[in-house]
């Protein structure tokens, strides 16, 4: 990272521009640095966009934050705000998408500036200059009765568990990540909890590099770090990301709840969509997942025993805080001889979704793809999609219902 303290202009009168550089691009990076090395100026750091660049606004007190935003505009959007309410100063935005909406939504999300690639150096300082000067003045309209704060922009967290294996539950929390980020538009990220058989990197169709493993044993090094999660992140093809559990079973890896709370807090302040998939039955790491949602998923089977299983976990969760009531239980491989009134124990829950059996599903695990790719109009896959689609109205207490036909 390059920091430096303020410095005097060569006329010794005014103090430089301190600007903070936020861009996941290597090359956006080194041009920025180019720039920003001109008399008058400093590069008072470097940040990942999301949580990082948030953290490094409120310890380093730049005079500029220059961030580069592209496609997905969503989560730029609320990193900017998040800048907006952490930090004081002139937030320039620079990009390659230029048409008027996404500069209408990125000024209403707290810029001060925004132009568009390519920029010559002197065009980025002078949107370094003109935003500088504008938080100035804004601050000095702002200087009168104080307004309510801006409401908080993190991204929803949704955690799918299960009591037991078999429920399907991995299959539920990756395709429910591919829907959301269809019928939202949304930028989504999934993180595997399932430290020694995640399946979501197989279920997604891709092979990571790097992944939770890499996370934590970074962090470890540099305890005093910010943490950013972004740079372990994998793309995959079906337009969410993902931060895979380790390809090893016999990885050492020692998770902590606070590290469950870390990931949370840096990717839900980056991205709409948090979808997290524990290992199935309980655990210190699934109980912290569970608590830190907004919307907390049990997936159960119709089963007497997977049902006394989930009664357990629902046991075990109250007096933890409200985690009880934004829980909604899903029952999955439903028959039409064996509906949601004939369960045969009280799982503690009042079911909230009820999926019937799909052997699409067993299709789209044989050819390596998810079901939502390989057969979008599969009942599975329009279960899941209703789902995404009505998440708000179930959160508010929307009725159970029953998804897919025999």
Do not use: C
Not at 206 to 235: C, F, H, M
């Amino acid at each position: 990272m390059v920091t430096g303290r303020p410095e005097r202009s060569s006329a010794g009168a005014d103090p430089t521009l301190r600007v903070l550089l936020v861009t996941s691009d290597p090359e956006v990076l080194e041009a920025l640095r180019r720039s920003f090395r001109a008399p008058g100026f400093s590069v008072a750091g470097e940040a990942w966009p999301g949580i990082d660049a948030v953290r490094r606004a409120a310890a380093l007190r730049p005079d500029v934050v220059m961030m580069h935003v592209e496609e997905p505009i969503v989560p730029a959007l609320r990193t900017a705000q998040a800048l907006a309410d952490a930090s004081k100063a002139g937030l320039a935005i620079i990009s390659s998408v230029d048409d008027l909406e996404t500069v209408r939504r990125v000024m209403n999300a707290g810029a001060h500036d925004f132009a568009t690639l390519p920029l010559s150096d002197d065009e980025l300082r002078d949107a370094a200059t003109r935003s500088a000067t504008a938080a100035g003045r804004r601050a000095v309209s702002n200087s009168g009765p104080a307004t309510p704060q801006r409401a908080s922009t993190a991204g929803r967290v949704i955690t799918v568990a299960s009591a037991r294996g078999g429920t399907g539950k991995s299959t539920i929390a990756a395709n429910l990540a591919i829907e959301l980020a269809r019928t939202r538009q949304a930028g989504v990220v999934v993180v595997d909890l399932d430290l020694l058989f995640g399946s979501v990197a197989m279920m997604l169709d891709t092979l990571p590099d790097l992944g939770i493993q890499e996370w934590k044993r970074d962090r470890a090094k540099n305890p005093g770090g910010a943490g950013a999660v972004s740079p372990y992140l994998t793309e995959t093809r079906t337009g969410v990301r993902l931060l895979a559990a380790p390809t090893d079973p016999d990885a050492e890896l020692e998770l902590t709840p606070t590290d469950v709370a870390d990931l949370v807090t840096d990717l839900s302040s980056t991205y709409d969509y948090v979808v997290i998939d524990t290992a199935a039955g309980y655990s210190e790491l699934a109980g912290a997942a569970l608590e830190r949602a907004t919307l907390p998923i049990l997936v159960s089977t119709p089963e007497i025993g997977s049902l006394r299983a989930v009664h357990y976990i629902v046991e075990r969760l109250r007096g933890h805080g409200d985690v009880t009531e934004r829980m909604a239980l899903l029952i999955n491989y439903s028959r039409a001889f064996n509906t949601v009134r004939e369960l045969p124990a009280d799982p503690g829950l009042d079911v909230r979704w009820e999926i019937r059996h799909d052997v699409q599903v067993l299709r789209a695990a044989a050819s390596g793809v998810p079901v939502s790719v390989h057969k979008a109009g599969a009942m599975f896959a329009r279960s899941l999609r209703e789902i995404a689609s009505s998440i708000e109205e179930q959160e508010q207490g929307g009725r159970r219902r029953v998804l897919g036909v025999i």
